[in-house]
């Protein structure tokens, strides 16, 4: 027999080669003399906890990972990491790949664990070899997700050290796409941020960082096109984001601790990117933002159901932006008056382009007192006329103690709606009132599918509440399946 | 004779055989594609090479699934490694994203947690290091060789500790 993957392209072997684990790579180093090269071709390098120390059985059986209880009541553990074992081993490990990789090109190179200042100069060490290279992605995940650290002493998290990022050799720039999670980022003193200037997206996510950074970050990148500040720390509550590149923006849950330690929601105040296509924020600061793009395609925020000002704002907000085509919002009820408060109150200005909505509604907690309906929905309906699809879950359902009787809307119609998902159903009086009453006033519908999943976002697991599969989706179908109601040949059911 | 069903796409592969397919799968090939956009008039017959009418039946296959969504129902488990290593090749030229993807897979899929005997055996490899050469670039990442990984049948070349 003889080696025929071997016979293959180059190109054809890094692809084939970026899809094994590094375990996996490494072995096949020693399979011959001709393959002895051949592992440097891997462009793609990553190096996290499963991929360098094991699946998380072995974790568990070699004391990486340890079951904790933390409460015994529920009995609820955690799985902890060991912070003694852990980094030492993994630094090791990767320090020996990365001594011996061949390779002198690589396009990306992902750390994701838990290291803070203490391992500075390792990770100091890793940019160096990954720049030397010419990699184009970063990703520093110091995170101890998905699992927690027994740890009594907060370290300082690690601070980016900007002078790495030149190449001293070539001394171009390849940086392309930088990911960042609990790191410190400091707008560098002694360097200016020419390194960065072929940069095209940047992520951020619980990193401590300053505005004079982004504004300077900002001015100094033409490429940049995508900017995501998630659970960010700021010095300042209202940084202005200012760029003629950028055509993502995405700002949320991000923060100013003040020197009392008094956290505050940081208020997006000046949006000026004429170019932005896609936004993403918080909804309650929407009233005051000052945007100046007029080709706005997309728009995903979240409203805080405590003043009901700012769901009117959101709304007129976004009618000001002529080619709104995709609206993604996140609905956080607190009280039922106010929910009930927006039912009354319609949208002034309607959505003239809007195509495609979804909602996430998050209930009121109380089960027992509250009550519930979605007939604000219809509302925004109402001012979309265009609207094409619309999806909407509701997220950790909760059966409601009383059951209503169901109402017609009456006064509604809409003339474009074709395909409805409606999510994470368990049975409520409200989402068979809902469902009976689109069906009877969407004239162009062509499908409706109730089901009971639902996720809180992209990035999330799909879950459900099995009070559905119990009871729930039989009394739907009980109540809609009758003959009087209109249009139930386009209802589907999960 | 220039063929004006816009619908169909002749191919010829390296063994002669004229394959008609549908212009939606001549549109996965990228290689294919590029030739009919290049041409000026209606194009008669395109000739592709390193392709043999064994990989085009896969590849018709391939479609048909993939066009039903059932794309992860496609198996390449009965070819052996010279023959993948030849289909991977054919559909490289032609430059089927997809296709490409599912067959380095199943190459990764073969090499994967597989102990260094097992992959040497399987893929026929010859170790050509001296004892000495061998443990030496073991030792340089030595975790790696620990760890049940399957190992080969037969006890030849047993290297493992």
Redesign the interface.
């Known amino acids: 027999?003889?080696?025929?993957?071997?016979?293959?392209?180059d190109d054809?072997l890094s692809?084939?080669l970026t899809?094994?684990?590094?375990?996996?790579l490494?072995?096949?180093?020693?399979?011959?003399?001709r393959?002895?090269k051949l592992w440097g071709l891997r462009k793609h390098l990553y190096f996290d906890i499963y991929n360098v120390l094991?699946t998380e059985k072995?974790l568990l059986e070699k004391g990486y990972l340890t079951e904790v209880t933390v409460d015994i009541v529920y009995s609820r553990t955690y799985r902890c990491v060991n912070l003694d074992l852990g980094p030492k081993e993994f630094i090791k490990?990767v320090d020996?790949?990365l001594?011996?990789f061949p390779g002198t090109a690589i396009d990306s190179f992902f750390v994701n664990f838990y290291f803070d200042c203490e391992q500075s100069n390792t990770i100091d060490r890793w940019i160096c070899f990954a720049i030397a290279r010419g990699v184009e992605r970063i990703n520093l995940l110091f995170r101890w997700w998905p699992y927690t650290a027994n740890s009594t002493t907060q370290n300082k998290l690690y601070k980016l050290d900007f002078g790495l990022f030149t190449n001293t050799i070539t001394n171009v720039s390849t940086l392309k796409h930088l990911r960042l999670e609990k790191c410190l980022v400091c707008h560098p003193t002694n360097c200016d941020l020419t390194p960065f200037k072929h940069l095209r997206s940047l992520s951020l996510k619980f990193v401590k960082v300053d505005e004079i950074f982004i504004e300077s970050l900002l001015s100094n990148c033409q490429l940049l096109r995508e900017l995501s500040l998630v659970h960010c720390e700021f010095n300042s509550s209202t940084p202005k984001i200012v760029s003629s590149s950028l055509y993502h923006l995405k700002v949320s849950g991000c923060c100013k601790v003040s020197s009392n330690n008094f956290t505050r929601f940081i208020r997006l105040m000046l949006v000026d990117c004429f170019r932005l296509t896609s936004l993403e924020c918080c909804g309650n600061d929407l009233s005051a933002l000052n945007t100046n793009t007029r080709v706005l395609k997309r728009i995903n925020f979240s409203i805080y159901f405590d003043e009901i000002e700012n769901y009117l704002n959101a709304f007129a907000l976004c009618a000001t932006f002529p080619e709104l085509e995709i609206m993604r919002l996140k609905i956080y009820t607190i009280t039922m008056d106010l929910l009930q408060v927006a039912t009354s109150l319609k949208i002034a200005q309607p959505l003239e382009h809007l195509k495609q909505l979804d909602c996430i509604i998050y209930l009121p907690f109380d089960t027992i007192n509250e009550e519930c309906d979605l007939m604000m929905i219809f509302n925004i309906l109402q001012a979309s006329p265009l609207l094409q699809k619309l999806s909407i879950m509701i997220a950790e359902p909760k059966f409601f103690e009383k059951q209503k009787d169901i109402r017609d809307v009456e006064i509604f119609s809409h003339d474009e709606i074709k395909v409805i998902e409606f999510g994470g159903c368990v049975g409520n009086w409200f989402e068979i009132e809902f469902v009976m009453n689109i069906l009877k006033y969407a004239h162009k519908l062509e499908q409706i599918v109730v089901s009971p999943y639902f996720r809180e976002d992209d990035s999330s697991n799909w879950m459900f509440d099995p009070l559905w599969f119990q009871s729930g989706r039989e009394r739907m179908i009980e109540k809609l399946q009758g003959e009087e109601v209109v249009g139930r040949e386009k209802l589907m059911f999960i | 004779m220039a063929s004006s069903s816009s619908n169909l796409i002749s191919l010829k592969t390296s063994d002669g055989t004229v394959f008609k397919v549908e212009r939606a799968l001549a549109k996965t090939m990228k290689t294919v594609q590029a030739i009919i956009e290049e041409a000026d008039a209606n194009i008669y017959m395109i000739p592709i090479h390193n392709v043999f009418s064994h990989h085009m039946d896969m590849i018709i296959d391939y479609y048909k699934l993939s066009v039903a969504g059932k794309s992860k129902e496609f198996s390449v488990e009965k070819l052996d490694?010279?023959e993948l290593?030849d289909f991977?090749?054919a559909v490289?030229y032609l430059n089927m994203e997809d296709l490409f993807e599912v067959l380095?897979?199943a190459?990764?899929d073969r090499?994967?947690?597989?102990?260094?005997g097992y992959?040497?055996k399987y893929?026929?490899?010859?170790?050509?290091?001296t004892p000495e050469e061998?443990a030496a670039?073991?030792k340089?990442?030595?975790?790696?060789?620990k760890?049940d990984?399957i190992e080969p049948e037969e006890d030849e070349e047993k290297q493992e500790e």
């Open positions: 027999m003889d080696d025929h993957i071997s016979e293959l392209p054809i692809y084939i899809m094994l684990s590094i375990k996996d490494l072995k096949t180093s020693v399979l011959s003399k393959w002895r094991g072995e490990r020996q790949f001594n011996n | 490694n010279d290593k991977l090749l490289h380095t897979q190459v990764a090499l994967e947690k597989k102990s260094v992959v040497r893929f026929g490899i010859e170790n050509d290091f061998y670039i073991r340089k990442n030595d975790w790696a060789f760890g990984d």
